[in-house]
């Protein structure tokens, strides 16, 4: 076999070597059989395998859900033909989806043939937004049947047309797009506040304003948290009633002030030395991201902090939910990035912030954090 060069210093590569070797057909029946490497071997094809059923087994999740099967077994267990009528499904059909949820662990199947919801399922009923992610998913999956297309930018994409807001839409926004995206976002806001406001104490600051904030979410768990803080939300016009309604709804519209704008075009209002964006500059390019950093920078007074919270790529060490899951859907929005946490701090330096901090995420499949301070 001929000894691999590396490209980059023309010298030999022993990792260009052994990938060279394991990539033939012939060393992998070779693998497969010696007792040192069998295991390995197994392991790596299983491992291939389930990316290669990969988006089969989110299909499986999404008809669980759409057929409501989890909340229904959340009751007991049942057999398929307890559960096919109202389905449109056969009692046959409907037993090749339960056993298929109890392949990816989401129900268990009992000895009497019937299926009851698992530790997992159970779990994925508690996790507020999750079931809402899982439909709303079903856009962005059809994006991804040609992925190479997303890539590209060739096309015109469904996610670019459910989030009109990010490419500019301003008072145009439909009612019920609005609607749509406070609603999502809402949900899932939960345990991205919740992650959040434990990595990033807020302990010292007077006056909290969430840019982007959307329903509100996020300010009514720091009014939870902090119950002396007084708050703010800036977001677009057409955005602004879900959050009065949910700030209403818990007795916090004397503590929160909503204020109506664009930041593309609007300045902050001033008068906060904490301002947070919470799942913000994931849904934009870097020119409005410098921008917005601008207007942040702007807006506070010397001292004042800002808040970053989103899911975030790994940057030098690739991380599988910003990388791959993230990565994808904020460029299938057509105008989004997941960006590093290295790559954000660098845009709030360039933005004249100064000491950036970046705690450790406990679920980075949920959110990332950084914070940094504008310098005196």
């Keep these: 076999m001929a000894a691999r060069v590396d490209g980059a210093t023309g010298g030999f590569s022993p990792a260009a070597w052994i990938a060279g070797l394991v990539a033939r057909p012939g060393f992998q029946r070779i693998a497969a059989r010696l007792p040192l490497s069998r295991g390995i071997a197994r392991r790596e094809g299983a491992a291939l395998f389930d990316l290669l059923q990969g988006f089969a087994k989110s299909q499986v999740l999404l008809a669980l859900v759409e057929l409501d099967l989890l909340r229904r077994l959340l009751r007991g267990p049942a057999a398929p033909a307890d559960l096919a009528p109202g389905s449109g499904l056969t009692p046959e059909r409907m037993a090749i989806l339960l056993q298929a949820g109890a392949a990816i662990g989401l129900l268990r199947r009992r000895r009497d043939g019937r299926f009851r919801l698992s530790r997992r399922g159970a779990l994925l009923l508690g996790v507020p ?4 992610m899982i439909r709303h998913n079903a856009v962005f999956y059809r994006d991804m049947s040609d992925p190479v297309a997303v890539l590209a930018g060739s096309r015109e994409t469904e996610l670019a047309r459910f989030w009109p807001y990010v490419l ?69 016009p057409a955005v602004l009633p879900a959050a009065e309604a949910r700030l209403a709804a818990a007795n916090l519209s004397a503590r929160v002030t909503c204020h109506a704008g664009s930041f593309r075009r609007d300045p902050l209002p001033a008068g906060a ?14 020119a409005t991201v410098a921008a917005l950093l601008g207007a942040v920078f ?51 330096r360039a933005a004249g912030f100064a000491d950036v901090q970046i705690p450790r995420a406990r679920r980075p499949y949920i959110t990332g954090a950084l914070t940094c301070v504008k310098p005196a």
Excluded: K, N, W
């Design 168 to 236: 500019g839409a301003t008072g145009d926004v439909p009612p019920e797009t609005a609607a749509a995206y406070s609603e999502l976002m809402a949900q899932s806001q939960a345990l991205v506040a919740e992650d959040t406001l434990d990595m990033v104490p807020l302990r010292g600051v007077r006056h909290l304003l969430d840019v982007g904030g959307g329903a509100g979410a996020f300010v009514a768990a720091v009014a939870a948290r902090y119950p002396r803080m007084q708050l703010g939300l800036f977001d677009l």
């Design 129 to 132: 937004g999750l079931e809402l």
């Design 273 to 286: 030395d904490a301002i947070s964006l919470v799942r913000v500059l994931y849904d934009h390019d870097d």
């Design 298 to 348: 702007a807006a506070l007074p010397a001292g004042g902090r800002l808040i970053v919270a989103e899911p975030m790529a790994g940057g030098a060490v690739p991380e599988p939910a910003g990388d791959v899951y993230f990565a994808f859907y904020t460029m299938a929005m057509g105008t989004g990035q997941a960006r590093s946490a290295a790559r954000i701090a660098d845009m709030c």
